[in-house]
């Protein structure tokens, strides 16, 4: 059994009624903490943290992967001394692995050592089969600023879970509310 299928299978058995979990995925596309949740749906709020996590791993297990793309930048975001490479292509974010194989470390090492640029500007070589710098820019972060005021509202955030968040964020970036919910349902079903 897969990890998503395994996951649609604890959230079908599970003691909340199906009207239940259709509240709570409807809270967590409204991007509501785990006690506004617990208080509203009148349920723990160790149980609503088990299922918020149990959806942000299905919704990233869906997420899009790099696709090979002509021109796109690379931009990183450095929270709590973590770094977190992502992609901006045509205002949509994808995140890069650090075992991604088509962008070089030396590429993201470069983008971290350079003193006035914070993007890089790449162009994907299909022969090869990678990207290649062409390169480097100081740009507007629209999604960084969108990550740092959504995680405020988080009193904390593990270190174990800290790169499941940036991800959901990704989710929640290039997505609507109303598509996210929609995906969510057809977890239940």
């Given amino acids: 059994m897969s990890n998503i299928d395994l996951i649609k299978y604890k959230i079908k058995n599970s003691k909340l009624t199906s009207s239940k979990l259709e509240k709570l995925s409807l809270c967590f596309t409204q991007d509501l903490t785990a006690s506004q949740t617990a208080k509203k749906l009148d349920i723990s709020r160790q149980t ?9 791993f299905h919704l990233i297990s869906n997420e899009k992967k790099i696709t090979c793309k002509n021109c796109c930048l690379l931009k990183y ?3 709590n001394n973590e770094i977190m490479f992502f992609l901006e292509d045509e205002e949509k974010i994808i995140s890069v692995e650090e075992n991604c194989t ?3 470390k030396q590429i993201k090492e470069q983008l971290l050592k350079h003193k006035k640029a914070n993007s890089a500007k790449l162009l994907y070589n ?3 089969e990678r990207f290649i710098v062409i390169g480097f820019l ?11 005021t959504r995680l405020k509202k988080f009193r904390g955030i593990n270190k174990n879970n ?4 940036i991800k959901e964020s990704i989710i929640r970036y290039n997505e609507d509310k109303n598509s996210l919910f929609k995906h969510l349902i057809t977890l239940f079903n």
């Fill in 48 to 56: 609503v943290n088990s299922y918020y996590k149990k959806i942000r």
């Fill in 77 to 79: 975001i450095n929270f």
């Fill in 102 to 104: 088509k962008i070089d």
């Fill in 126 to 128: 299909k022969r090869e």
């Fill in 138 to 148: 100081k740009t507007q972060n629209c999604f960084e600023d969108f990550i740092n």
């Fill in 162 to 165: 800290f790169k499941l968040h």
